[in-house]
């Protein structure tokens, strides 16, 4: 019973362990700049997120020329595990995403979804040097 015990405990902090290296993995591999293209009914612009650590936390401007933001500081940067939390009210505006990963931890994109205003729009954001605009 003993031997059970401990396996099962040994096993859970394995678990526990790697999903914290999962999360620090993913926090470290978002750092820099994402882009994509927001497309908003005819309007088709582009967007970036660009995301430091600012002591421990992680932190992100918003840049988009066809909106006329560059810049701009999120007010609320979440990052758990794979998911991602951005907000800036006073845009009236929530950014949610997934870090899809290689097997590696590399992460490839960010699949989200734009909420603003009542409306949503899917955004797919990938990695570059510097916003494009």
Same mark, same amino acid.
């Given at each position: 019973m003993k031997n059970a015990l401990v396996l099962l405990l040994t096993a859970y902090f394995l678990k526990f362990g790697t999903i914290v290296q999962a999360e620090e993995a993913t926090r470290e591999n978002i750092l820099g700049s994402w882009e994509g293209p927001l497309v908003i009914g005819r309007d088709n612009m582009k967007l970036a997120f660009t995301f430091t650590l600012q002591g421990e936390e992680v932190a992100a401007v918003?840049?988009? =020329? *066809?909106?006329g933001?560059?810049?701009m500081p999120a007010d609320t940067v979440i990052v758990d595990?794979?998911?991602?939390?951005?907000?800036?009210?006073?845009?009236?505006?929530e950014f949610t995403g997934v870090?899809?990963?290689t097997t =590696? *931890?590399?992460?490839?994109?960010i699949d989200g979804?734009?909420?603003?205003?009542s409306e949503m729009v899917p955004v797919v954001l990938r990695p570059v040097e510097n916003p494009s605009f």
């Open positions: 918003l840049t988009s =020329s *066809g909106l933001i560059y810049g595990d794979r998911r991602i939390t951005i907000r800036i009210p006073r845009l009236d505006l870090a899809r990963m =590696s *931890g590399a992460v490839l994109r979804d734009w909420f603003q205003y």
